[in-house]
């Protein structure tokens, strides 16, 4: 299955999900990679307001 269908069936808009993911991976932490796959994938903007909560 396609990342792109795997979005679809997790409820996703699978070109917000891929553009984040996209601007994010380059720096992301190799043993926190887990996050970005598209059934625990978390809009940029939600996971900054959970960590400042």
């Given amino acids: 299955m396609t990342i792109i269908e795997t979005a679809k069936l997790n ?3 699978p070109q917000a999900c891929l553009a984040d ?3 994010r991976i380059h720096d992301h932490p ?3 990679l887990h996050q970005l796959l598209p059934w625990n994938w978390k809009p940029l903007k939600q996971t900054a307001e959970i960590k400042d909560a």
């Fill in 11 to 13: 409820g996703l808009d």
């Fill in 21 to 23: 993911i996209f601007t």
């Fill in 30 to 32: 190799n043993k926190q």
